[in-house]
């Protein structure tokens, strides 16, 4: 589980834990614009923000399902 997916499974009530997801969802798609996409998957593959970017759209899709 990456670090935005410990966040989520936090001990935080639900909307922090969501507020906490969703500004960092935010900082990774700025990052991934400001570096290009293909800067972007290189540096997120080494880092593992890929796979936490993909943890933070899973938690927003299921807390705005409830």
């Known amino acids: ?9 936090s001990e935080l009530p639900q909307e922090d834990r969501l ?15 400001l570096m ?11 880092t593992g923000v890929h796979a936490a970017a993909r943890e933070v759209t899973g938690e927003a899709s299921i807390a705005t399902q409830r």
């Not at 589980?1 to 499974?9: E, I, K, Q, V």
């Not at 290009?36 to 080494?46: D, N």
């Open 1 to 9: 589980m990456g670090a935005l997916g410990s966040l989520a499974a």
């Open 19 to 33: 507020r906490a997801v969703t500004a960092a969802s935010t900082v990774a798609v700025r990052a991934r614009n």
């Open 36 to 46: 290009g996409w293909q800067s972007f998957q290189a540096r997120a593959a080494a």
